[in-house]
């Protein structure tokens, strides 16, 4: 009984000790602001926790929580100095960047457990600890872009996407007897000069009705924006398409959705069309059909 008493105790103490050592990181933040100079000195504390041989892979989590709290804590300075567009820009890129990094997770303990079979070892300390230094290292590089990142980086006016390629509707679906209750739609687009891009959006309401509506037009693009009005059908008809990384939000407005456009009754496009592939659309993908 006392022998399992000291063992807890052990571990609270060592759990104590990483909750302080998350906190002091924190004070260094705070202190000397998100500088080199402190992914330098959190590096420097690493390797001498490395160089004690002492509890090893408490060292690597150590500098990996670091590097995630100090990534966290730039990405919110950062994101407090944007403008409602910079801010939007900002998540999108971050987004974008969360899927590359689960990818490179991926990869980083595929590597490694090859890499320690071929040393004769199969998973244990060792693939942890390499595994969780990798991961880290890869971290620090997107906390090293943020430092040198400016909200500036983000106005719509500097933030590049790539608009061409192929979207669906970020929206739930139901399938009951058959039938598709709720919205579904896609869009396809094609940038073909500096300042015009080929659109095509198909949306639909779903059952028991399926209106829907499709518009494709050329238009003008500017700063990842582009406007769609059909003056002939809807003379208060505006659909606004915000080009980002991960994909379209569309905005519609109208003085009467239940003519709005030139779509069925009661259709609106409003929402978020997520991007499925940077493939270029066919001539038959951009007709309206």
């Known amino acids: 009984m ?3 008493t000291n063992v807890a105790c052990n571990t609270m103490k060592q759990f104590k000790l990483k909750i302080i050592s998350i906190s002091f990181c924190f004070i260094c933040l705070t202190s000397f602001s998100q500088t080199m100079k402190t992914i330098d000195s ?3 504390q690493y390797k001498l926790c490395l160089d004690k041989e002492q509890n090893v892979i408490d060292c690597s989590k150590l500098f990996y929580y670091q590097m995630d709290s100090l990534l966290n804590f730039r990405y919110k300075k950062l994101r407090l100095t944007c403008d409602s567009i910079q801010k939007e820009n900002l998540k999108d890129e971050q987004l974008e960047w969360l899927t590359k990094r689960d990818k490179q997770f991926i990869k980083n303990l595929k590597q490694t457990n090859n890499e320690t079979q071929k040393q004769g070892h199969n998973g244990g300390q060792d693939e942890r600890i390499i595994f969780t230094n990798t991961s880290a290292m890869f971290i ?14 983000y106005s719509a006016d500097k933030y590049k996407v790539n608009p061409t390629g ?3 509707l970020d929206n739930k679906t139901k399938i009951k007897n058959g039938e598709t209750y709720g919205y579904f739609g896609e869009i396809a687009a094609k940038k073909i000069s500096e300042n015009k891009i080929v659109i095509k959006l198909f949306v639909c309401m779903g059952a028991p009705s399926y209106n829907s509506g499709v518009i494709a037009d050329t238009l003008e693009i500017k700063n ?26 569309v905005e519609e407005f109208t003085d009467n959705f239940n003519i709005n456009c030139g779509f069925g009754r009661a259709v609106v496009a ?6 499925k ?7 038959k993908e951009l007709r309206d059909e």
């Open 2 to 4: 006392h022998k399992a």
């Open 42 to 44: 959190l590096e420097t």
């Open 140 to 153: 620090k590089l997107r906390v090293i872009e943020l430092l040198n990142a400016s909200s500036i980086n």
């Open 166 to 168: 192929l979207y669906a």
């Open 224 to 249: 990842n924006r582009t406007i769609y009005r059909n003056s002939e059908l809807d003379s208060s008809c505006k659909i606004v398409f915000t080009f980002l990384r991960q994909g379209i939000k």
């Open 270 to 275: 409003n929402g978020f069309f997520k991007k």
């Open 277 to 283: 592939s940077n493939k270029v659309p066919t001539i």
